[in-house]
């Protein structure tokens, strides 16, 4: 039984447009395993994994499910032959309860018995341990719920071969344990679960073997036990690569932006700030770290001017000594023309910083575009700085005139934070500023953000990877449910310790003291 | 293994990266001569003229003689100016429909000059009202439901779409209450009528098109507000974290596109009906929508595109008026409705690719 | 009294022909398709079930009744379905701009009714109408006549049988739609698309469908109009375009909800006709301008509901998330 295989690969190729995204690859998976997929971002893996559950077709190649040819045409089609796939982001329907979801798009008799369903809902979380509510709508859930409530899915329809498409990302480490726990139950009821993810350990801890991809390409596949995490990221990256992103000291650390007691609440009135207080100095990263959701994106944009409903106070103080600033209460445009220079990378690039139809040049001027003389738009600058930032960045574009959502997201990235750093801050704010993008460029925004701390810019950098904050920030804030739980120093801090904060709802009081004496210590760094 | 072979999709589409100018041309081409064709096939079988006979009815019916061309050039000119009005709130995603609201609310306003004070004043100052208070009328008729969109997101297609119906009934009232004696006819008074240009009664509106396809090209393309619609447009978030106030720059628009469509009910008014009624602008209100949205709100291809559907509309009102037993004018609908088609279907072909089974696409 | 009974006979068939408009667009924007050519489907499925029911009328000295109910109801359906096959092909085969296809659709439905009746005229040589007076007898026979009960009989009774049937399938929609496992995909098609598929749903499968038969719904809508409310009678000047867009508007009104339709069809009807109604039954002499302000009144109510409808928040309430937007599945 071990030993069977339940999925074999032949030199699948597909190509959307000019772009290959999975060239030739030829792999297997065996029954009652758990495969890693591993990869960098844009390595193919979820193009993989969508031609195996009927979301793309082929170009070319073939696939074998339990020795038998099979043409994956639809979803159905994966259905039918036992597989199912956790995307990463979650095909649910918002307004349909936990059951509504599980029974979607089954055969059956055309009127529904919903009675039955739970049932046979209730049967399986209890074979497997899961906790789910079928009542439950799926806008009230939350993301673990929600991630819960897929696998339910899957299995529910008899799947043999579950896809998990980085099932970790969104997760608490306590979260994580508690599905590795649950897949662990799935392999040992013969079932092939593969994971796709960039997390190392994760593979190490969870995996029996490895099947690494690289731009698109197979490289090869490893029994977990036989390898380690440099041996793997090494077949990952293709190229030995220094673990080590480098961190200069803080020098000179001057009060930047005092954040004090800022609170925040959305549209539906539910708070999303709670009494944040931090300070941020120039001359040091100030890494914020949380689960997705934890009031991240809000706690930038209150300081940007982009909240509408923010109490508290966010006092910028200048490098030179002038009078300081409140921006709170302030629009982005008022910020701007009193002379504080913020500069704010958003979580979506191109939802929200940048304008996809537009080529470079436009979207520089999209801060600036206001002056000069009045009526008329004024090119010549914003192309001259276009130029300057794809030549000093090496962003790979055709023209400065090209869409910049043709360009790829690495190009994007640079594009953004080019325009943000040409503006000269004195703050510089970044929301998961290296998103989707491949190790080499990655490294190459850290550079850049290390540059403006040597300038003596406050860096807030919000990030996902616990590993990335710790070896790029000199502190690091956690949010949990929109309050500070905690302020750590970087250097000393451990993985497990950042964990613990950001699961600890309202812990803010033990949080901010373990904070604030590192930072006293700043000078003595 | 054969038969799984055989359930490969017969054919995939390929998203093109861009297309060579002179290929876009030749789509566009093979989509109006196939629409050209339609066109034919349905009047050979409405009539029983041979192909020849139509098409040449057709163009004779367009360039025939002085009246039948400045006809097809005026008629090419209101839906283009209408079109050019729509453009910009179509840029900025403001699905305004309510072209023919806005020509009817422009309308009234000039027509309340001329009912009023057409006697009293001179040419020279009573244009120029008209033609203001029209723009403004019109710019209104599209402000109010801008407002409720920004305020409550409100849906503007519909909101626009009633304001037609509003239109329609308040120039009914007008109708019966400015002039019970002569509701159909026209407010005849001194003042009030656009003045002929090089002896052409229509010359103005020319002049009015011209200029407002150059205005609105420079006005998209090269100013700071033409700017801040297409970011509000497309990315409405990134125009948030610029500073740009969403809020200002929609009621700006809609009122500017509201009031272009208001200068149309100034030119039927004052140059072409010489009267209100609720059918001015026949229509044009979505035609000029569809117009706007092929020509990718560029200027000049809306000219273009403005020019062929009046060809079809007075080809079809030709070959109407040699069987007029068996036809009406609907039927240059029909035809318009035809050519719209074809010309939104070929966009896709525009867009996409069609491989077929088998066939490799290795090359772009 | 008698003023009163008529507005609400007048309402309770306007109304219908809002319902089958407003169901017909329900079913479609379930499948996230915002139709927006309803009034051209509606133009479409008049004429066809007129003008067949016209033709073979003329072709036989004695109908028969079957063939009179169903050949215009099937000729109706079938036009205004080939009119919602047109759209889907257009929006989902073509990727062509949903709002743009409507009024296109619109556009083209309107020219080729009021084509077809210059047609029929030319036929018959009468100068304003044509009429099928055999099958308006069929259609338009109820309960009322033989049972004579009075002001119940005439507010309740005096409709043709498809007066009623819209108000069953108001309620068998909702069933569909609430309790069955189509009902539910189709839902999922409307909500999210990508999920929808995901789940092995023929996402363009079912937009396809919705949206010709929702069409086809709309045609009825246009046929009742026509045999019903217009007595049997076809005219060049019809005012079903203003129908269509009550209808669209309606589904918004009415949450989506099939069952919220039924009431919601027959009070907007009330108001429409309130114009012509209310002076006579208050007493009040009121010019003839002024009743034309008057019959603004439904396209006023109609943007107020449109203002309500968008402060609401309740998600149950709002329209399909995805509705007006285009799935392609391989898009990247």
């Known amino acids: ?525 | 293994m054969k038969a799984d072979a055989k359930r490969e999709p017969a054919l995939r589409l390929v998203k093109r990266d861009s297309i060579s100018p002179a290929r876009a041309v030749i789509v566009r081409a093979v989509a109006i001569i196939a629409a050209l064709l339609v066109c034919g096939i349905f009047f050979i079988t409405v009539t029983d003229s041979s192909i020849i006979e139509i098409y040449s009815a057709m163009v004779s019916g367009t360039f025939r003689n002085s009246i039948t061309i400045n006809t097809f050039f005026r008629e090419a000119c209101m839906l283009l100016i209408i079109a050019i009005g729509l453009a910009p709130a179509f840029k900025m995603s403001f699905w305004n429909v309510g072209g023919q609201g806005q020509v009817l609310a422009g309308g009234m306003a000039a027509a309340m000059w001329l009912f009023y004070l057409g006697n009293k004043l001179p040419n020279a100052a009573i244009l120029p009202l008209m033609f203001v208070s029209a723009a403004i009328g019109g710019g209104i008729w599209a402000i109010i439901p801008a407002v409720f969109r920004v305020k409550f997101s409100t849906n503007e297609t519909l909101f626009t779409l009633m304001m037609n119906y509003i239109a329609i009934q308040l120039v009914k009232y007008l109708r019966i209450s400015w002039s019970p004696i002569h509701a159909l006819g026209m407010i005849q008074r001194k003042s009030g009528s656009l003045p002929a240009l090089f002896g052409n009664a229509d010359g103005l509106i020319y002049v009015i098109a011209a200029v407002g396809v150059v205005l609105m090209y420079i006005y998209m393309n090269k100013t700071k507000q033409g700017y801040e619609i297409s970011v509000v447009g497309e990315a409405p978030n990134t125009a948030r974290y610029a500073g740009i106030s969403e809020l200002k720059v929609i009621l700006r628009t809609a009122f500017l596109s509201g009031a272009v469509c208001g200068i149309a009910g100034f030119l039927y008014v004052s140059a072409i009906d010489h009267t209100i009624s609720e059918t001015m602008g026949g229509g044009y209100g979505f035609t000029a929508v569809i117009v706007a949205w092929l020509a990718k709100f560029n200027p000049i291809f809306m000219t273009l595109i403005s020019m062929l559907i009046s060809f079809v509309r007075s080809g079809s009102s030709e070959i109407v008026s040699r069987n007029t037993t068996t036809l009406d004018s609907s039927i240059a609908n029909i035809n318009i409705g035809i050519f719209l088609f074809f010309m939104l279907g070929c966009e896709f072909f525009l867009n996409y690719k069609v491989v077929f089974r088998g066939r490799k696409d290795a090359k772009k | ?332």
């Not at chain 1, 039984?1 to 999925?7: F, P, R």
């Not at chain 1, 207080?277 to 949380?290: C, D, H, Q, V």
């Not at chain 1, 510089?428 to 540059?451: C, F, K, P, Q, W």
Request: charged share 20%.
């Open chain 3, 1 to 332: 009294m008698n003023t009163l009974i008529s507005w609400l006979h007048s309402s309770i068939i306007y109304g219908t022909v809002i319902m089958f408009g407003a169901l017909g667009e329900t079913l479609t924007e379930k499948s996230g398709h915002l139709n927006l050519g309803v009034p051209g489907l509606m133009y479409l499925g008049g004429f066809a079930g007129f003008a067949s029911a016209f033709i073979y009328e003329r072709s036989t000295e004695n109908p028969n009744t079957v063939l009179l109910i169903l050949i215009p109801l099937l000729c109706a359906f079938l036009a205004a379905m080939l009119g919602g096959l047109l759209y889907s092909f257009m929006t989902v085969t073509l990727r062509a701009n949903q709002n743009v296809t409507g009024l296109a659709l619109t556009s083209l439905g309107v020219g080729i009714g009021t084509f077809g009746s210059a047609r029929l005229l030319s036929v018959t040589g009468s100068q304003s109408y044509s009429v099928a007076s055999a099958t308006s007898a069929v259609y338009t026979a109820n309960l009322n006549s033989v049972t004579n009960l009075g002001a119940f009989g005439q507010i309740f009774l005096s409709y043709g049988f498809l007066t009623y049937a819209a108000i069953i399938l108001a309620v068998l929609m909702n069933y569909f739609l609430m309790h069955t496992r189509r009902g539910l995909n189709l839902r999922a098609v409307g909500e999210n698309p990508g999920t929808a598929d995901a789940a092995g749903i023929n996402v363009t499968l079912y937009k396809y469908i919705a949206t010709s038969v929702g069409g086809g719904i709309c045609g009825i809508g246009g046929f009742y109009y026509i045999i019903e409310y217009s007595s049997g009678k076809w005219s060049s000047q019809n005012s079903l375009e203003a129908v269509g867009w009550l209808a669209v508007a309606l589904v918004i009104f009415s949450t989506w909800k099939p069952k919220n339709t039924i009431w919601a069809s027959y009070l907007f009807a009330l108001l429409f006709w309130m114009a012509t109604n209310l002076p006579a039954l208050t007493g009040i002499r009121i010019p003839t301008s002024v009743t034309e302000l008057l019959k603004m009144t439904p396209y006023v109510v109609t943007i107020l509901v449109l203002v309500i409808a968008s402060t609401r928040k309740k998600k149950e309430n709002q329209g399909p998330a995805s509705l007006g937007l285009s799935y392609f599945r391989e898009e990247r």
């Open chain 1, 1 to 525: 039984m071990k030993d069977e295989i339940a999925v074999r690969l032949n030199g699948i190729t597909k190509r959307f447009g000019s772009v290959t995204a999975n060239d030739g690859v030829t792999m297997d998976v065996r029954r009652g395993e758990v495969l890693a997929l591993l990869g960098e971002n844009g390595s193919g893996k979820t193009t993989l994994m969508n031609m195996l559950s009927g979301i793309y077709f082929p170009d070319e190649g073939t696939i074998e499910i339990n020795g038998v040819p099979a043409s994956i045409r639809s979803p159905k089609d994966a259905f039918d032959l036992g597989i199912g796939m956790i995307h990463q982001h979650f095909k649910l329907v918002d307004v349909f309860t936990a059951a509504e979801n599980i029974v979607l798009g089954l055969p059956g008799k055309s009127s529904l018995n919903m009675r039955a369903v739970k049932e046979k809902i209730r049967a399986i979380s209890e074979k497997y341990g899961f906790l789910i509510d079928p009542d439950r709508k799926v806008y009230n859930m939350s993301v673990s719920e929600k991630q819960t409530l897929e696998i339910v899915k899957v299995l529910y329809r008899g799947a043999d071969i579950l896809i998990l498409d980085e099932p970790t990302a969104v997760l608490t480490p306590q979260e994580t344990e508690r599905l590795f726990a649950v897949i662990r139950n799935m392999r040992a009821d013969g079932k092939s679960i593969i994971i796709i993810t960039h997390k190392l350990h994760e593979v190490m801890e969870i995996s029996d073997r490895v099947a690494i991809l690289r731009h698109g390409q197979y490289i090869t596949t490893l029994e977990t036990k036989d390898a380690d995490e440099r041996t793997l990221a090494e077949a990952m990256v293709g190229e030995k690569l220094s673990l080590n992103i480098e961190r200069p000291k803080p020098e000179g650390l001057v009060r930047r932006l005092e954040v004090s007691e800022l609170s925040c609440v959305n549209a539906e009135g539910v708070p999303t700030l709670r009494g944040v207080s931090f300070t941020a100095y120039g001359g040091e990263i100030l890494g914020i770290a949380g689960i997705s959701g934890c009031g991240q994106k809000e706690l930038l944009e209150s300081i940007a001017g982009l909240e509408q409903t923010v109490t508290g106070s966010s006092v910028l103080y200048y490098p030179d000594g002038g009078e300081p600033e409140q921006l709170i209460g302030k629009t982005p445009r008022e910020i701007r023309s009193l002379g504080v220079a913020l500069s704010f990378v958003p979580e979506d690039r191109l939802g929200m910083g940048l304008v996809g139809s537009m080529g470079m040049t436009d979207n520089m001027m999209l801060k600036s575009y206001e002056s000069g003389a009045p009526v008329f738009l004024h090119k010549r600058e914003p192309q001259q700085l276009a130029e300057s930032v794809r030549d000093s960045l090496g962003v790979v574009t055709p023209s400065v005139t090209t869409p910049v959502r043709r360009l790829s997201g690495g190009n994007v990235q640079k594009v953004l934070v080019g325009r943000e750093i040409a503006e000269a801050p004195t703050v510089l704010m970044t929301a998961y500023a290296v998103r989707g993008l491949d190790i080499n460029t990655s490294y190459a925004i850290y550079n850049l953000l290390n540059e403006q701390k040597k300038k003596g810019v406050a860096v807030i950098y919000v990030g996902e990877d616990i590993d990335v904050l710790l070896e790029l920030c000199d502190r690091i804030l956690i949010l949990c449910g929109g309050a500070v739980s905690g302020i750590v120093d970087a250097s000393t801090a451990t993985k497990e310790e950042i964990g613990l904060y950001m699961t600890k709802i309202g812990g803010a009081e033990s949080g901010t003291s373990g904070g604030d004496p590192a930072m006293k210590g700043g000078d003595k760094k």
